[in-house]
């Protein structure tokens, strides 16, 4: 794999744990309690940082990017489902904006921006020999690989155990007002 798409697929995964850590400190943080199809937008990162990550470690492959670009379509069409019930004049939305635009609609920018560097990373990908097809051997990951590989799916538990804190084993309200679990601990 050229070096600068392993650089590409590197700084994907980076970019992708960056926002589902973002995420999840403004959570806990700020107070920011994620919606259902908040939720939904972190599945679809986490899938996104999933492909990048698999890249890394079985070289560039084209169902890998499959995974990406279907990840960031799936994330891309519910920030936009999101921006569209928020779009109407004199709704506040939902969420404080950030740099004048809300969460769901810096996703939706994300998400675009995803699916281009992809095709960008697609591009200069060029074609794998035949005989590389045949088996997919695990390339060796340096240091920068694992630190992506271990961000990512340690605020991936983090962001699962907070979503079951938050909704439990039942459908996530509308407008989330507390934690499911901090209501059946409390006396």
Avoid: K
């Avoid at 995964?13 to 589902?20: E, F, T």
Wanted: contains cysteine; positive net charge.
């Amino acid at each position: 794999m050229p070096v600068l798409v392993r650089f590409g697929n590197w700084v994907g995964a980076m970019a992708i744990a960056g926002v589902l850590l973002a995420a999840f400190v403004l959570q806990f943080a700020q107070h920011e309690l994620p919606c259902p199809l908040c939720l939904l937008q972190r599945v679809a990162f986490v899938l996104c940082g999933f492909g990048f990550l698999l890249n890394l470690r079985y070289g560039s492959q084209p169902a890998h990017y499959g995974v990406i670009l279907l990840s960031a379509l799936f994330g891309l069409a519910v920030a936009g489902r999101q921006v569209l019930l928020h779009i109407v004049p004199d709704d506040p939305g939902y969420g404080p904006p950030f740099l004048g635009l809300h969460l769901y609609t810096w996703t939706f920018v994300f998400f675009l921006a995803t699916i281009v560097g992809v095709a960008i990373l697609l591009l200069l990908s060029g074609r794998e020999p035949e005989n590389r097809r045949e088996g997919r051997h695990a390339l060796p990951m340096g240091g920068a690989a694992r630190l992506a590989a271990w961000l990512l799916i340690l605020v991936t538990l983090a962001n699962a155990a907070a979503s079951f804190a938050l909704c439990g084993p039942i459908e996530c309200p509308d407008n989330p007002t507390g934690y499911w679990l901090l209501t059946r601990l409390a006396p």
